[in-house]
């Protein structure tokens, strides 16, 4: 079973940046799909980008596009999240997936999370 583990997130001011990674070990992310999801309190937990296991598959919620982009070293076993020109409606805990589909885009397919990682942004 991989375990993964995110980090990057904090307190940032709108229209600024943060990069979050999600690092992976007890196994190769090379097998797995990954993707972010986030949930913002009294929400449900929403997807945000997903990435295929080679990385040329990307997919993008739409309330993200344009801004976040979703990268994956393999040979780092960690994915990445860079995340720009932030609003304060992105503010939200931020969790990395895995999965073995193609890609992840329903929690449903989730197989493992992390344990999240704080994003705040103030207005």
């Known amino acids: 079973q991989v375990q993964l583990v995110e980090s990057g997130g904090g307190l940032v001011q709108t229209g600024g940046s943060l990069r979050l990674s999600c690092t992976a070990s007890?196994?190769?992310?090379?097998?797995?799909?990954m993707a972010w999801f986030r949930q913002a309190p009294g929400k449900e937990r929403a997807f945000v980008a997903t990435?295929?296991?080679?990385?040329?598959?990307?997919v993008y919620a739409d309330y993200v596009k344009g801004r976040f982009t979703v990268s994956r070293d393999n040979d780092k076993n960690t994915v990445y999240l860079q995340m720009n020109s932030l609003k304060p409606e992105d503010t939200a805990v931020y969790y990395c997936?895995?999965?073995?589909?193609?890609?992840?885009?329903?929690?449903?397919?989730?197989?493992?999370w992390g344990q999240g990682t704080q994003v705040t942004v103030s207005s």
């Open positions: 997936a895995a999965g073995t589909g193609v890609y992840l885009r329903s929690s449903d397919a989730v197989t493992t």
């Open positions: 007890g196994r190769t992310i090379n097998n797995y799909a």
């Open positions: 990435i295929s296991r080679a990385g040329i598959t990307i």
